[in-house]
């Protein structure tokens, strides 16, 4: 049995490009475009779960651990948000940027390079994000496992991923890495992607039930990407801890 999920070739392929996270023109165009959209979502739905003021640090005091966290272009926001935000990532060189970036913008974040399985918490967190990073483990079971085992009771663990469907591999990987070279060719493999039924099968065997899930979709005309009902492509799924 594997006790490890971390995925070397995946790895060392985001390490490769890691100084290129804050490049809103660079390599991570495409998350900077779709960040606005998942923090609104993210911050929107914890207000609601949670029952909180929707003030200037609406997140203040939560405790949240961001997955995968590459140079830290979610747990910023977070941390801005009020939050207390720690993130790991299995590549050190992300990590030194998230520093990096985190120490010269003034933010207390915790950042370890780690993944889930191997991290260990005195106290467990109220919000686990799980962003674009389950299509590139090694081993999804027993990553979501691990993470289900960071998060408190009733808390929430959001995950966004790639629909296993034609229309995806169509548009995420021939469209956006080798027509428009939106992504380095190779950031995704098909067979990684995961369809939500397969994703809520999961995580139910590990005691997290599906709240919501809904479609995250590109508007090629308007050049933004908002919420929406079309699950084919992009998806973000919400799960509470029961």
């Known amino acids: 049995m594997k006790n490890n999920t971390i995925n070397k070739k995946e790895i060392e392929k985001f390490s490769k490009i890691a100084e290129e996270w804050w490049n809103p023109e660079g390599k991570f165009k495409p998350l900077h475009k779709f960040n606005p959209v998942r923090i609104s979502y993210i911050k929107d739905n914890i207000i609601k779960t949670f029952k909180l003021d929707n003030n200037k640090i609406p997140l203040k005091n939560l405790r949240i651990l961001d997955v995968g966290c590459g140079g830290g272009l979610l747990s910023e926001p977070m941390c801005k948000l009020g939050a207390n935000v720690t993130g790991i990532d299995a590549s050190q060189k992300n990590i030194n940027v998230a520093k990096l970036h985190s120490k010269r913008n003034d933010l207390r974040i915790n950042y370890f390079c780690s993944s889930p399985e191997k991290f260990k918490v005195k106290e467990k967190f109220d919000v686990i994000l799980n962003m674009e990073i389950v299509e590139h483990v090694e081993d999804v079971n027993l990553f ?24 995806s591999y169509i548009f995420a990987i021939i469209g956006a890495e ?33 709240d919501r899930v809904d479609g995250m979709n590109f508007n090629i005309f308007t050049d933004k990407w908002n919420v929406g009902k079309d699950k084919s492509i992009n998806y973000i799924a919400k799960f509470i801890k029961n």
Not at 144 to 167: D, H, P, R, V, Y
């Open 144 to 167: 979501l496992n691990s993470c289900s085992k960071l998060l408190k009771k009733n808390g929430i663990m959001f995950i966004a991923t790639l629909n296993k469907t034609l229309k």
């Open 178 to 210: 080798y027509i428009l070279r939106w992504l380095p060719i190779g950031t995704h493999e098909w067979e990684k992607f995961l369809k939500p039924e397969e994703l809520i099968s999961i995580l139910k065997n590990n005691d997290l039930k599906l």
